[in-house]
């Protein structure tokens, strides 16, 4: 039984928090908190697996709470926000630290929206509760690294990730140089949040990275991170490749899916390419 911790300051979001979370009998809610300063209070008498944490609250905002949390008692944690621009920084700043997972609040009333972003919120609440707070380390990186090097020959690399994934992502292609293979990134990731993650991590790359677009070359030098709404595929052939986007159905749960990435990579280029599969939820890239 996983144990969670929500706190959000609007009381009709945490009832509904709770129903989500404890709908399928294996997600307990321990306790609740309008805003950080009772949530502290409440730490000191309950130690949950997982919180699920607001940005924007009173007396204290969520990112302020996740970096004391972080620095004395880390612990996972899911943000649950709005997806917009601005709070899609802001959820990039908390993954940066620490966080695990974020999650798209819903702001309608509607039962079939609920009900998809309840699946949404289990699914990273349990993996949550079964990763390792912190970043990816050197070490992990580095071996990681090997296989993007020099012994990938410019093939072209495919990486897949899922909850916590972004940091990893990050620590790697922080330290590639320009001149490095084609890169196609699957992250797991709400669709309001991909453009700025993408963003993110050109500002800290000397790769180039940006949010895929239909037919967008796969070429050195440059990573695609797929739009948070859609499919990314490669098309084209092996010698002048491209980005398909697809609004297809879900595959494993997910879209964007690893395994159309993954496949479609296959069927152009054969075993000369590369396939990374980081931090994961589920069997999606598996």
Known sequence: MTSVLIIDDDAATRVRLREQLEAKGDIRVVAEAEDPIVARRLLDRVTPDVITLDLLMPRMDGLTFLKKLMAGRPMPVVVVSTVTQEDGHACLDAIAQGAVGVVGKVTLPHPRLWARFGGELRRQVRAAAMSATGQLGHRGAGSILDSVGERSRLRPVM????????????????????????????????????????????????????????????????????????????????????????????????????????????????GASVGILLTGMGDDGA
Do not use: W, Y
């Open 159 to 270: 990486i897949g990730a899922s909850t916590g994934g972004t940091e990893a992502i990050a620590s790697i292609l922080a330290r590639l140089p320009e001149a490095s293979p084609p890169i196609a990134i699957v992250q797991h990731m709400p669709a309001g949040f991909t453009a700025s993650f993408a963003a993110r991590l050109n500002e800290h790359s000397a790769v180039r990275v940006k949010e895929a677009a239909d037919g967008d070359r796969l070429e050195p030098g440059v990573a695609l991170v797929a739009p948070g709404h859609v499919h990314l595929e490669v098309a084209g052939t092996a010698a002048r490749p491209t980005a398909r986007l697809q609004e297809a159905a879900p595959v494993n749960r997910h879209r964007p899916s690893v395994d159309c990435l993954f496949n479609t990579a296959a069927q152009i280029f054969g």
